[in-house]
């Protein structure tokens, strides 16, 4: 029995997953600052119903596991409105989450509005 061939497809879908696209569905409201420490992007706006704050983290996991990830993006939104009551991920309106398990990237966008 010839394993090459097998082999060889295991390897290409493997590595195709490497070349995968990731989705980054962001829609944000004003001006993107990025933070590398916390591996995320946000930006936010004041506006008659509140403050909005959108939020988009990118980050490695070797299992999925959306609570952290939605925690985590919500964390994001409390460090950005810290005038404001923090909020529970529970509580946020998460837009988009994504997990590519070949790569194990994470993709979790989040946004909230805070009323004052």
């Not at 916390?38 to 070797?62: D, L, M, N």
Request: proline share 5%; hydrophobic share 35%; aromatic share 10%.
């Amino acid at each position: 029995m010839n394993l090459k061939p097998l082999l060889s497809t295991c390897l290409l879908v493997f590595l195709s997953g490497c070349v995968a696209p990731t989705l980054k569905l962001v829609n944000h409201v004003g001006p993107v600052t990025y933070d590398a420490s916390s591996a995320s992007e946000y930006s936010s706006k004041q506006t008659e119903q509140g403050f909005i704050v959108v939020a988009f983290r990118s980050v490695h996991r070797f299992l999925p596991d959306t609570q952290p990830d939605y925690q985590e993006c919500s964390d994001v939104l409390n460090s950005v409105a810290k005038e404001y009551t923090p909020v529970s991920w529970s509580a946020v309106n998460i837009t988009a989450h994504e997990y590519n398990g070949v790569t194990g990237i994470a993709n979790t966008t989040c946004t909230y509005t805070y009323k004052t």
